[in-house]
Structures are given as structure tokens and as C-alpha cells.
């Protein structure tokens, strides 16, 4: 080991969605750039890990956080903040990489006066709160001078009565330039989201013939389970996306139509057959809207691809897509007031649906936008992908194992135990003239995969032995013994409540209140075992961590607990 780097992220910090999580490190001019939890960048000194400089981006107790890696481009950090659930306004920043000087930010929600504003309410600043966050590393071309990055969904999300309009710049593709951050072009992939369809999954660029003319064009995923497959000098479908009539619920202010790309989804968008207790509206299927009672859509709001990049073959013209199918189940819930800083600010109070969710990876042919092959996979698939001009397509599995698939088919070529969940990407390059593939296995919160922290790296000389895969962890393991529910409030904030909210009142995912339980078996017991939209925590968490959080559970959060103690 060279050196290491510790975040020393301060506990408290209740204002992250979707789990503690770093998607990687920007590099350039010798630095390393970290976008922090905390809202801090930093860059280090590549040889040595000290400390080069640190900025305060944003505050994460105004609900802005860092998960996303930052880009580094020609002199400068350039970076999109998370939080769109803690009811926060969308930005992209570019720094100067050699001090952090601030050089240029861009709202993803524009003020008046800018192109999109009256896609907004006049008369309020539902706006200010309107979300639209950036989650992922953008995409650069260099020859254009453009960068490219898709947002979140439109807040607070599952609520749009009080946001009518199409809410721009919110699940969106943008375009900006780079010197500058001046706006280029945009194109919307869902007008007045009220699914939670943002659109986290990287753009792709490439180069492509279509008609006989070579294209510059440029890919995302949505969590609709569509290709968007844009020409990136202009922002026009290349393949055609038209508008499409869509039911109405007026009192979520539902757009007229909705943008349908041409070709084949990803992923299913619509349900077969009814989950029970429940009966099925339009056939659940995709921008089906809702409002008081609960409504099953499909893709649900935990669906589609993430954040985990895709990636593209250029031989071939296969953009490769690791996503989920998953049904939602939607119920809007009352707007509180208006969003304080650092507070979260969502409005569903849906109710998952008692279907399982599973993995959907898909070859997708750019040319047409067509399916060429695709697989289910009998848990969620949550890893990025990377191919080789061999055909390889190298991606990981939850449950530990790395796996190469034969790009033209996806069968199975090899698969490779490493005891953690491989949910990062893999890098292929060539060292001393031998093609070198490193991967990193640590897990993923919201795969719920086991954790670890293992770096594998292989070639065709490798001698290493996979390891065994990870063992669950059983109820006999867990004593209640020296429990601790100040440890088990942080665990709590990092591994529940972007389902159950730290308060545990929250049905933001469907999941439900769990203030009234007093039993640690029955705790115990969900978090081993899991069930339907609630993930086993077996093989993610400690003993000692599982008896943390459930002290946490049914002692502070337990409203009729007598033993509510001054930490409360
Ligand atoms: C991905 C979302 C998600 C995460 C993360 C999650 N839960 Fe759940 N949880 C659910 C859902 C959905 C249910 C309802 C499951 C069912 O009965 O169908 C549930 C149910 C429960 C229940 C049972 C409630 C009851 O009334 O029976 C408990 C207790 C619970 N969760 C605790 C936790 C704890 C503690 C954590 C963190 C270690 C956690 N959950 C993480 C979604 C989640």
C-alpha cells in the first residue's frame, strides 16, 4: 500500500439519499479530486495522498451532498450534487483543479427570466425546491467543447399538484459548454415527473452511421427503462422520439404527452398479472398516474438502471445496459408546508407491491434501438459493465461473483468468486504489454450486497483461487448483549432510512412505519431474512451491527417505548 486517505466523514450527517456511498475519484495534473458526503472537495496529491487543497462545495446540512466522481477536464474539477429528496435546487460547478477556485455554476432548474422558467408555477417558488439533482459524472467532448450529464427527478417527487408545468430541467439530458457552463441545448426524457423517473445512469458518447452518414451521438438510460439515443450537436433523436398521449390525473397536474422513443425498452413496462391486494389501472404500465389510493406502475421508483454505467461496443453498435424490473406501488401524500434546509422533502406514501425484484441486462443495438439480446437475473443487477474488442463483457454480481459474458450472446464465459459484492465497474488496460483487469469489491447499499473491500486484478497468468462466497449471518449470531442505540442510529442513517426516513414514519419506497414495534426478534428476523421490498441485511451487516440498529429501532425510535432515553 502507497498511502491512504481517510474521509473521517462526521456520523451525524442525515441528509444523504440513498446510502453512504463514493462513485469514484476524478485524476489530473498529478491530484486526485474526492467529492465528499459532507459537501467537501478535495483534491490530493497523487504520489502522496496529503491534502492539496479543500473546499466547502456545498453544505450537506442544507441537504446538498457528493456522490458522483468528479470530472477532471482541461484545468478543471467539474462536479453535480446530490439531494433531491431534501428539497434543493439542481447544480453543476467547475472548478479551477489547481486551487478549487469556483470558475462557473449551472442551476439545473432555471430562475426567471431563463429559458425553461415557465415550466414552473408562476406564483410560487416551488422552483427553488424543485430538485432536478446531478448524480453522475458528466461526459465530455473535447472536439464539440460540450459536456453532457442527465438529472434527477423533478420535487418533491410523487407530488406534482404543486408544480404544474413540464419542470425543467428536471429528468433531463443537458448540454452545456464547458469553458463557460452556458446553456447549449436540453432534451427532456419525462415531463412533470411524478414516478421518481430521474435519469442516473451516464451518457454515452459515440460515433455512429445511420443512413449512411456518420453521426456524433450520445445514449442515456432512463429509469423508464428507454434508450435515449440523442445527436449530441444539436440534441435531436437520431432514431425518433415521439410524444405520446398519456393518462391524465389532474390533480397531479400530469403532462399532456410523454417523449417515446422509437425501438424497444429495456425492461418490462407494464404488469402481467395483478400482485395480490391489488388491482391493476391501466395495466400498470409506464406514466400510469395516481393519487390518493395506491396505484402499481411498472417500472416502479427502485427500477430501471442506476447509476452503475453502461457501456458501449463499437464494432458492434451494442450499448450494454445492466437494469431492474421492478413494479412500484404509488400513493401520493400531503405537501408539508414549505421544504426546510436539510429537511427531507418528498410527498408519496406508496406501498410496494408483493413482487420480487429482479435483474434485466441488455445488449442494445444502437442503430435501431432494438433489444439483440438480453438475460433475467434472479436478483437485482447492480453493477457497471466494461467490453474488450475480443468480445468480453465483464460485469459483477451482488452475490461476489465477477463474470465475463460473451458480448454477441451473453452466455456465460467465466464467472469468479471475490466475497464481496462487485457493484463498481471493472477497468481493462495493458500493462508490460499483458492485458490487466482490476476490479473493486466492496458492495452496495442499495444492492444490498455483502461489504468488503477487496481490489482483484487478473490476466491470463492469475493464480489466485476464488473465495468463498459470503456466508448469512443467522439469528443464533445475535445477542442483544452490550447493544448500543447511539451506534445503531448512524448505522440506521446510512442502511435504512432511505427507505424508512430517520425518523421511521416515512413510506417514501413503500416502506412502512416501524415506529410501533417493540420486539427485537421481529426486527432481528426482518433484517436477516428480508421480504418483498425489504433487503436482507445477512450478509451486508456486522452481528454486533444488527444488534445495534435494532436496539435503535424498537428503544429510540419505538414512539411507545418507556425507555426512550435523552438521545433521543
Ligand atoms: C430498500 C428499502 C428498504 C430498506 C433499505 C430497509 N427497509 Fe425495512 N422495509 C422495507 C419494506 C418495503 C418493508 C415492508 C416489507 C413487507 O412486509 O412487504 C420493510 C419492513 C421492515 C420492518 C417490518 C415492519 C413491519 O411492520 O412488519 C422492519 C422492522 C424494518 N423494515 C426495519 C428496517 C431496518 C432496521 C433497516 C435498515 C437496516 C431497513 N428496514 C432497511 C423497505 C426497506
Redesign the pocket.
Known amino acids: 500500500m502507497l498511502w491512504t486517505y481517510q474521509s473521517q466523514l462526521d456520523k451525524k450527517i442525515d441528509t444523504v439519499c440513498c446510502g453512504w456511498t463514493s462513485r469514484g475519484v476524478g485524476l489530473g495534473e498529478g491530484k486526485i479530486f474526492l467529492g465528499k458526503l459532507d459537501g467537501k472537495l478535495v483534491a490530493l496529491d497523487q504520489r502522496t495522498g496529503a491534502e492539496v487543497w479543500s473546499i466547502q462545495a456545498e453544505r450537506w446540512q442544507d441537504g446538498y451532498t457528493i456522490t458522483s466522481a468528479p470530472l477532471y477536464y482541461d484545468g478543471m474539477v467539474i462536479l453535480g450534487f446530490g439531494g433531491a429528496e431534501y428539497g434543493t435546487r439542481g447544480r453543476i460547478k467547475a472548478y479551477s483543479a489547481k486551487d478549487g477556485a469556483l470558475l462557473w455554476t449551472f442551476y439545473t432548474i432555471p430562475a426567471a427570466g431563463e429559458l425553461g422558467h415557465d415550466t414552473w408555477p408562476s406564483d410560487s417558488d416551488a422552483w427553488k425546491n424543485g430538485g432536478a439533482a446531478v448524480w453522475q459524472t458528466p461526459a465530455v467532448d473535447p472536439g464539440l467543447g460540450l459536456i453532457y450529464f442527465s438529472t434527477g427527478n423533478a420535487g418533491p417527487d410523487y407530488n406534482g399538484s404543486k408544480r404544474k408545468g413540464d419542470n425543467l430541467f428536471a429528468s433531463s439530458i443537458v448540454a452545456l459548454e464547458v469553458k463557460t457552463g452556458k446553456y447549449r441545448w436540453h432534451f427532456q426524457e419525462v415531463h412533470h415527473d411524478i414516478w421518481d423517473y430521474d435519469a442516473p445512469n451516464p451518457i454515452v458518447l459515440f460515433d455512429i452511421k445511420y443512413h449512411g452518414r456518420e453521426r456524433r451521438a450520445l445514449a442515456q438510460v432512463g429509469k423508464t427503462g428507454w434508450v435515449y439515443i440523442l445527436d449530441r450537436v444539436t440534441g435531436k433523436p437520431l432514431i425518433g422520439i415521439d410524444e405520446k398521449a398519456v393518462p391524465q390525473e389532474p390533480r397531479q397536474a400530469t403532462a399532456r404527452t410523454q417523449p417515446i422513443p422509437r425501438g424497444e425498452p429495456t425492461i418490462p413496462q407494464k404488469v402481467d398479472i395483478a400482485p395480490y391486494g391489488f388491482r391493476l389501472i391501466n395495466q400498470g404500465r409506464t406514466f400510469t398516474p395516481f393519487w390518493d389510493k395506491v396505484v402499481v406502475v411498472t417500472p416502479g421508483p427502485?427500477a430501471g438502471p442506476n447509476w452503475p454505467p453502461s457501456s458501449y461496443n463499437p464494432a458492434h453498435g451494442y450499448l450494454f445496459v445492466c437494469a431492474n424490473d421492478r413494479s412500484g406501488g404509488y400513493r401520493v401524500s400531503e405537501i408539508q408546508g414549505n421544504p426546510l434546509p436539510g429537511k427531507s422533502f418528498t410527498a408519496g406514501r406508496g406501498q410496494?407491491p408483493?413482487l420480487p425484484a429482479t435483474g434485466i441486462f441488455a445488449a442494445m443495438d444502437m442503430r435501431t434501438n432494438k433489444i439483440v439480446w438480453r438475460q433475467r437475473w434472479d436478483d437485482r443487477c447492480y453493477s457497471g459493465s466494461i467490453n474488450t474488442a475480443s468480445d468480453l463483457l465483464f460485469t459483477g454480481r451482488n452475490d461476489g461473483r465477477f463474470v465475463a459474458l460473451d458480448a454477441s450472446n451473453g452466455d456465460v464465459l467465466w464467472q469468479f468468486q471475490t466475497g464481496a459484492g462487485v457493484n463498481a465497474t471493472a477497468s481493462v488496460f495493458e500493462y508490460k504489454g499483458q492485458e490487466q483487469i482490476v476490479v473493486y469489491a466492496a458492495g452496495n447499499l442499495f444492492a444490498?450486497s455483502p461489504a468488503g473491500d477487496n481490489v482483484w486484478l487478473f490476466s491470463l497468468d492469475g493464480k489466485l483461487e476464488p473465495v468463498s462466497s459470503p456466508m448469512p449471518l443467522t439469528a443464533e449470531s445475535i445477542s442483544m448483549n452490550n447493544a448500543n442505540a447511539e451506534a445503531g442510529r448512524g448505522?440506521?442513517a446510512q442502511?435504512?432510512s432511505?427507505?424508512?426516513g430517520q425518523d421511521g414514519k416515512s413510506s417514501h419506497?413503500?416502506?412502512?412505519d416501524?415506529t410501533a414495534?417493540s420486539s427485537n426478534r421481529?426486527?432481528i428476523g426482518?433484517?436477516l431474512n428480508g421480504?418483498?421490498?425489504?433487503?436482507s441485511?445477512a450478509k451486508v451487516?456486522k452481528p454486533d451491527e444488527i444488534r445495534d440498529?435494532?436496539e435503535f429501532?424498537t428503544q429510540s425510535l419505538n414512539t411507545a417505548s418507556d425507555s426512550r432515553g435523552p438521545t433521543q
Open positions: 427502485v410496494a408483493p444490498n448505522l440506521f442502511y435504512c432511505q427507505c424508512h419506497s413503500g416502506a412502512p416501524i414495534i421481529i426486527v426482518m433484517l421480504k418483498n421490498g425489504m433487503p441485511f451487516l440498529v435494532v429501532v
